[in-house]
């Protein structure tokens, strides 16, 4: 993490650098805002040893606004502020008593699950002319929020990021199984059109384990693939 963050700082100090040099810069707009409607494939690479448990991911939908700063005509950082509606599912192995840890029920091996939250991806993105726009290819970090995670439709299953798992006794604060929140990487390309409409791919790996309990045996890493359509004004 250190020493991806080393290099962006890096590619930022090249970026300035090149931009002092564009005897053009003051010839463009500098800073664009743009909207964003994308379909998401979300999960979470996960291994529960104590409860044998599987996530599988699943299709959702997110959407939000972006600004864009170019240091030059064809280098720029791009901010995404998304609200994202995201699905998957927990599966059990047969008769394991493990899935208890989230559902309340000895019939059903596997769970639904949904949830939304926030996503903010910062990029630091090239721009390479082709016909009458620009392919766009860049990396950066992002960090997710949840706000909210439930079962639709079957009230007994209890989301991991709503299972209690202890609670301070001092202050009363609640821990649960999973964080509602993480951070990692991301990838981006697309072709932006003169007229500012763009096709957008992106795909973003939590380097933290968002496991909120001490296992040597258990991790989890949420991962996420997007497409669709952007709009820059």
């Known amino acids: 993490m250190k020493k991806s963050l080393l290099l962006l700082l890096l590619a930022l100090t090249g970026a300035l650098s090149l931009h002092a040099q564009d005897a053009d810069s003051l010839k463009f707009d500098q800073v664009h805002l743009g909207l964003l409607l994308q379909a998401n494939y979300a999960g979470e690479a996960m291994y529960i040893a104590e409860s044998s448990l599987s996530a599988y991911p699943g299709a959702g939908v997110e959407g939000g606004i972006f600004v864009e700063y170019l240091f030059t005509r064809r280098l720029l950082l791009e901010v995404q502020v998304l609200a994202a509606l995201q699905n998957g599912s927990y599966v059990a192995a047969d008769a394991d008593p493990g899935f208890l840890i989230w559902y309340k029920r000895k019939t059903a091996t ?50 991991p990021y709503e299972r209690i798992i202890s609670v301070d006794d001092a202050t009363g604060k609640k821990r649960y199984a999973l964080n509602d929140s993480h951070a990692g990487v991301g990838l981006t390309a697309g072709y932006e059109f003169a007229s500012g409409l763009q096709i957008n791919l992106a795909a973003k790996y939590s380097v933290i384990d968002i496991i909120n309990y001490e296992s040597d045996y258990s991790h989890a890493h949420p991962y996420k693939i997007s497409l669709g359509m952007g709009w820059r004004f």
């Open 110 to 159: 596997v769970a639904n699950m949904r949830l939304w939250g926030m996503d903010i991806p910062i990029y630091l993105i090239g721009l390479f002319p082709s016909g009458q726009g620009n392919f766009r290819l860049g990396a950066g970090f992002f960090t997710h929020f949840t706000f909210n995670s439930w079962c639709p439709g079957d009230d007994d299953f209890i989301t």
